[in-house]
């Protein structure tokens, strides 16, 4: 028989519930909450004096130009940076885990990206990329104008997308590893005696495993790449050259807290977590069907 | 053992003399002034604050430095919606605005005057004095770091091609720029277009042609006020610089790409940079070793009467809501920072200018400007006093600035990017501009700035 503990009163239950109610309720449902509420009116920054606008701020954030640029802007960068971090990952980690010389070494090197703070690592990246003092002046003294992240917005964005990319490439690689390393050895090594190859196995073997990986990572990417993106942007291009790096996160924050209007960042944080709602109901709804789990 | 004994010694000794000094209360009141200055400058306000502490007994500023000017807007607007906020505190240039109608602040010639400290306003250069008074001529923040641009070139340079002088219009900038790269010069000049370069390029420039940047001069005149920069005179500077942009004669330099201008003029890299007068510490000190230079007054379009520059940097805030006794250290501070050694201690120790008369004339006597680093930085105070302020050079009084001067920057990259031609990027500017002063101007309905 089963026993389980049950109480006489719904009062008790729900007092053993307030303590997690409260933290929720603080933490989560009070913030959102308080921002669909300046999102719906006008806030004077000093407070004293709000005027209730309805959704004129979602009217006239939509009607912008400049906003639907940085929701392509978020789109291209997303894309692009989950794709490069996830692929480069996922040949690393298949490499390691084929325990090649020295596979301990590169295990501990490959993750070491991740615990670079985005700032620190676009400071590094800043250097790196400048067009005249770094790698790419090598480059651009062979071609003359070849890297301009300072002028040319499709450079500005390659740069943010290579500074991002490798710091999730580290990100990946811990979980790819081990989602390889859960594979019994011993279906790779009965492929390997029934006579298939490296790729042969790749593909028919670990990478259907590994598919649950692949799809938590392409979510958390994706995610990340809305939101982390921040450091990196400010400190690389600072949204420019002329708005195309201008993130929606990072729009949010130069309108917020840069340019006072708490209204506008308000509603442009609203529309931004419904995008990434919807993105992943999406993702749930029609990537999850090809994933295999045990 | 000893250590405790002496320092029971030091604690005896300490509250003896307190004791004896103030016999009616123990403790100086304290008081918070936040600040947006850090590095350098940050160690600078904190010897300023520890000599205030030090020159009375009554009071006791905390100095607190929050990292950058919008920064301390912003965690000031924090505190003083949390009741938390500080007595005194520093905003930068474009904020007037926004601080004029906050209403969270005690006018700083009311609070001088209820606390029995006579200022005389009228020794306030005026260029700097209107900037942070009321249409009436009332003074509502103190001036503290004050600055205007300059246009610094390297005199090695020049002498190669037969100059001795710097050009003072900017068709001669063109010309000399042009042989600059004749005589091999990389590069001539040096810009930057990002937002903050809005100073120099569009603010400055509009005011020493009298040309307005608003309707409604400038904004002094009403929160109605809209952009007009793409039909002045600031249409020929914008197709000047970029023609001697394409021409090669001008490179961008900014830190996203290696090297500022500062920098590149510093390492003898670019031979002309116009930039804050707050640099020529900064040039002095990180010069390529036997470089020599100078600063001159930005120039002017030929024909041109020349009015004064605008002031730049931040002035100091008095915030509504703390006790009478807070008011008089801060009247005491404000009173402190006003007296001319003061403005020689600032000014020795950073790039900054006196802000009045009395502290500029005080320095010429000491024989500041006749000494080798310090030597040009006159040429600022010219610069500023160049003519009495006309109703568009008092300075730029218009809402949400900081997001203007944003779109300044976009647009500006996106004409040197060769994406629009120089008057379809600064019809944006002033279409986008526009739509951010009529949001301001929504914000605040019915108010109307002091």
């Given at each position: 028989?089963?026993?389980?503990?049950?109480?006489?009163?719904?009062?008790?239950?729900?007092?053993?519930?307030?303590?997690?109610?409260?933290?929720?309720?603080?933490?989560?449902?009070?913030?959102?909450?308080?921002?669909?509420?300046?999102?719906?009116?006008?806030?004077?920054?000093?407070?004293?004096?709000?005027?209730?606008?309805?959704?004129?701020?979602?009217?006239?954030?939509?009607?912008?130009?400049?906003?639907?640029?940085?929701?392509?802007?978020?789109?291209?960068?997303?894309?692009i940076?989950?794709?490069?971090?996830?692929f480069?990952?996922?040949?690393?980690?298949?490499l390691?885990?084929?325990?090649?010389?020295?596979?301990?070494?590169?295990?501990?090197?490959?993750?070491?990206?991740?615990?670079?703070?985005?700032?620190?690592?676009?400071?590094?990246?800043?250097?790196?990329?400048?067009?005249?003092?770094?790698?790419?002046?090598?480059?651009?003294?062979?071609?003359?104008?070849?890297?301009?992240?300072?002028?040319?917005?499709?450079?500005?964005?390659?740069?943010?997308?290579?500074a991002?990319?490798?710091?999730?490439?580290?990100?990946?690689?811990?979980?790819?590893?081990?989602?390889?390393?859960?594979?019994?050895?011993?279906?790779?090594?009965?492929?390997?005696?029934?006579g298939?190859?490296?790729?042969?196995?790749?593909?028919?073997?670990?990478?259907?495993?590994?598919?649950?990986?692949?799809?938590?990572?392409?979510?958390?990417?994706?995610?990340?790449?809305?939101?982390?993106?921040?450091?990196?942007?400010?400190?690389?291009?600072?949204?420019?050259?002329?708005?195309?790096?201008?993130?929606?996160?990072?729009?949010?924050?130069?309108?917020?807290?840069?340019?006072?209007?708490?209204?506008?960042?308000?509603?442009?944080?609203?529309?931004?977590m419904?995008?990434?709602?919807?993105?992943?109901?999406?993702?749930?709804?029609?990537?999850?069907?090809?994933?295999?789990?045990? | 053992?000893?250590m405790?004994?002496?320092?029971?010694?030091?604690?005896?000794?300490?509250?003896?003399?307190?004791?004896?000094?103030m016999?009616?209360?123990?403790?100086?009141?304290?008081?918070?002034?936040?600040?947006?200055?850090?590095?350098?400058?940050?160690?600078?306000?904190?010897?300023?604050?520890?000599?205030?502490?030090?020159?009375?007994?009554?009071?006791?500023?905390?100095?607190?430095?929050?990292?950058?000017?919008?920064?301390?807007?912003?965690?000031?607007?924090?505190?003083?919606?949390?009741?938390?906020?500080?007595?005194?505190?520093?905003?930068?240039?474009?904020?007037?605005?926004?601080?004029?109608?906050?209403g969270?602040?005690?006018?700083?010639?009311?609070?001088m005057?209820?606390?029995?400290?006579?200022?005389?306003?009228?020794?306030?250069?005026?260029?700097?004095?209107?900037?942070?008074?009321?249409s009436?001529?009332?003074?509502?923040?103190?001036?503290?770091?004050?600055?205007?641009?300059?246009?610094?070139?390297?005199?090695?340079?020049?002498?190669?091609?037969?100059?001795?002088?710097?050009?003072?219009?900017?068709?001669?900038?063109?010309?000399?720029?042009?042989?600059?790269?004749?005589?091999?010069?990389?590069?001539?000049?040096?810009?930057?277009?990002?937002?903050?370069?809005?100073?120099?390029?569009?603010?400055?420039?509009?005011?020493?042609?009298?040309?307005?940047?608003?309707?409604?001069?400038?904004?002094?005149?009403?929160?109605?006020?809209?952009?007009?920069?793409?039909?002045?005179?600031?249409?020929?500077?914008?197709?000047?610089?970029?023609?001697?942009?394409?021409?090669?004669?001008?490179?961008?330099?900014?830190?996203?790409?290696?090297?500022?201008?500062?920098?590149?003029?510093?390492?003898?890299?670019?031979?002309?940079?116009?930039?804050?007068?707050?640099?020529?510490?900064?040039v002095?000190?990180?010069?390529?070793e036997?470089?020599?230079?100078?600063?001159?007054?930005?120039?002017?379009?030929a024909?041109?009467?020349?009015?004064?520059s605008?002031?730049?940097?931040?002035?100091l805030?008095?915030?509504?809501?703390?006790?009478?006794?807070?008011?008089?250290g801060?009247?005491?501070f404000?009173?402190?920072?006003?007296?001319?050694?003061?403005?020689?201690?600032?000014?020795?120790?950073?790039?900054?200018?006196?802000?009045?008369?009395?502290?500029?004339?005080?320095?010429?006597?000491?024989?500041?400007?006749?000494k080798?680093?310090?030597?040009?930085?006159?040429?600022?105070?010219?610069?500023?006093t160049?003519?009495?302020?006309t109703?568009?050079?008092?300075?730029?009084?218009?809402?949400?600035?900081?997001?203007?001067?944003a779109?300044?920057?976009t647009?500006?990259?996106?004409?040197?990017?060769?994406?629009?031609?120089?008057?379809?990027?600064?019809?944006?500017?002033?279409?986008?501009?526009?739509?951010?002063?009529?949001?301001?101007?929504?914000?605040?309905?019915?108010?109307?700035?002091?």
């Open positions: 028989m089963e026993k389980r503990v049950t109480f006489g009163k719904w009062t008790i239950g729900i007092l053993f519930a307030v303590p997690q109610l409260l933290l929720i309720f603080t933490f989560f449902y009070w913030p959102a909450g308080q921002a669909v509420y300046w999102s719906l009116t006008l806030q004077q920054p000093w407070g004293g004096g709000n005027i209730w606008v309805g959704l004129d701020n979602f009217r006239s954030i939509l009607s912008n130009a400049d906003y639907w640029n940085s929701i392509t802007a978020s789109l291209v960068f997303a894309g940076s989950t794709g490069l971090a996830m480069i990952a996922l040949v690393l980690a298949a390691t885990d084929r325990q090649l010389a020295g596979s301990r070494l590169y295990r501990v090197v490959l993750i070491w990206p991740y615990g670079i703070a985005a700032p620190a690592l676009a400071m590094a990246f800043r250097f790196i990329l400048a067009p005249e003092a770094g790698f790419m002046a090598v480059v651009n003294r062979v071609w003359p104008g070849f890297w301009d992240p300072g002028l040319d917005g499709a450079d500005a964005m390659a740069s943010i997308i290579v991002f990319s490798w710091k999730y490439v580290g990100y990946n690689f811990i979980f790819f590893l081990a989602a390889f390393q859960a594979i019994p050895r011993s279906l790779i090594e009965a492929a390997a005696m029934d298939s190859g490296v790729i042969r196995r790749f593909w028919d073997i670990q990478f259907p495993l590994i598919t649950p990986t692949i799809f938590f990572l392409l979510v958390i990417n994706i995610t990340e790449s809305f939101q982390d993106s921040f450091g990196i942007v400010d400190i690389m291009t600072a949204g420019g050259p002329a708005n195309a790096t201008n993130l929606m996160v990072y729009k949010i924050y130069s309108d917020g807290f840069k340019g006072l209007d708490y209204s506008g960042a308000a509603a442009q944080s609203i529309i931004l419904l995008l990434i709602v919807v993105l992943t109901i999406f993702q749930f709804r029609f990537i999850e069907r090809r994933v295999h789990y045990r | 053992m000893t405790i004994k002496r320092g029971f010694a030091a604690l005896a000794a300490g509250a003896l003399s307190t004791a004896l000094a016999p009616a209360s123990a403790e100086p009141v304290k008081f918070d002034f936040w600040f947006g200055l850090s590095g350098d400058l940050a160690r600078v306000v904190d010897t300023l604050c520890k000599n205030f502490n030090a020159s009375q007994k009554d009071y006791e500023v905390v100095c607190t430095s929050q990292g950058n000017y919008d920064a301390t807007l912003q965690n000031t607007i924090a505190a003083f919606r949390a009741g938390k906020q500080p007595a005194v505190v520093q905003v930068y240039d474009v904020g007037t605005a926004t601080m004029m109608l906050s969270a602040y005690k006018p700083a010639d009311k609070l005057e209820e606390n029995g400290y006579k200022i005389d306003y009228a020794d306030y250069f005026p260029g700097i004095a209107r900037y942070y008074a009321t009436k001529g009332e003074m509502l923040s103190f001036p503290f770091n004050s600055s205007t641009p300059l246009m610094y070139w390297n005199k090695d340079a020049f002498a190669k091609i037969g100059k001795t002088e710097a050009p003072k219009t900017w068709e001669d900038v063109g010309a000399d720029l042009k042989a600059l790269k004749d005589a091999g010069y990389e590069c001539p000049m040096a810009i930057n277009i990002s937002a903050n370069e809005s100073w120099q390029l569009m603010e400055q420039f509009s005011a020493l042609h009298n040309q307005p940047i608003a309707t409604k001069n400038n904004g002094y005149d009403g929160l109605d006020a809209r952009l007009e920069v793409n039909k002045t005179k600031f249409v020929q500077y914008v197709t000047d610089l970029k023609k001697w942009y394409d021409a090669g004669l001008i490179k961008i330099k900014s830190k996203d790409l290696g090297q500022d201008m500062v920098q590149a003029f510093a390492s003898g890299t670019c031979q002309v940079i116009l930039t804050s007068v707050g640099d020529h510490g900064t002095g000190r990180t010069q390529k036997g470089m020599k230079w100078d600063v001159a007054e930005l120039p002017v379009y024909g041109t009467e020349r009015k004064n605008l002031v730049g940097g931040a002035s805030w008095v915030l509504s809501g703390k006790s009478d006794a807070e008011y008089k801060a009247a005491a404000l009173n402190f920072i006003h007296d001319p050694k003061t403005a020689l201690f600032w000014s020795t120790n950073t790039g900054y200018i006196p802000v009045t008369k009395s502290g500029f004339d005080y320095m010429k006597g000491q024989g500041f400007y006749d080798a680093p310090y030597k040009g930085r006159e040429v600022a105070i010219a610069s500023l160049a003519s009495e302020p109703e568009i050079t008092r300075g730029v009084r218009l809402g949400n600035f900081t997001q203007i001067r779109e300044f920057g647009q500006m990259q996106a004409i040197f990017a060769n994406k629009v031609s120089v008057q379809e990027g600064l019809d944006t500017l002033v279409k986008n501009g526009d739509a951010i002063l009529d949001r301001f101007q929504q914000t605040y309905p019915g108010k109307t700035l002091p």
